[in-house]
């Protein structure tokens, strides 16, 4: 996806199209102007069905990405809420926190409660 998009810019985003807007009008009378959010949503969901992945909407990739940065920042709910723009480490806990259930902490944690040998 991202070598499509990089193919876009370079070879099809209009030079001087004189505004900051990254996906435009490739074709019709709006050619360069900006998409508005439906066309953004619409071209998700067409590409989402076309790859195999049923609907894709572009909230998705909110989620999708600080799930990543919590899950590399090793559950670091500062460094998530901060690169996702969260207002709260406590609502990304509640949204993403989440635990490894392969972890030998959580599964020592575990056997304690339910009163196995570890």
């Known amino acids: ?3 499509t998009y990089f193919e876009y810019l370079t070879s ?3 030079r ?3 505004h900051g807007m ?3 009008q490739l074709h019709d009378a709006r050619v360069g102007q900006p998409w508005a ?3 953004a ?3 998700l969901g067409r590409a989402g069905k076309r790859a195999g992945l049923g609907l894709v909407k572009p909230h998705t990739f909110r989620h999708t990405f600080t799930s990543a940065v919590l899950d590399a920042a090793d559950g670091n709910l500062l460094i998530a809420r901060d690169a996702g723009g969260w207002a709260s480490a406590a609502t990304v806990d509640e949204v993403y926190g989440h635990v ?3 972890d030998l902490t959580f599964d020592a944690a575990l056997r304690t409660v339910w009163g196995e040998p570890k």
């Open 41 to 43: 949503r619409r071209m």
């Open 12 to 14: 099809e985003y209009p």
């Open 37 to 39: 959010p439906v066309g």
């Open 100 to 102: 490894d259930l392969h």
């Open 1 to 3: 996806m991202v070598h």
């Open 16 to 18: 001087g199209a004189g």
């Open 22 to 24: 990254l996906l435009v």
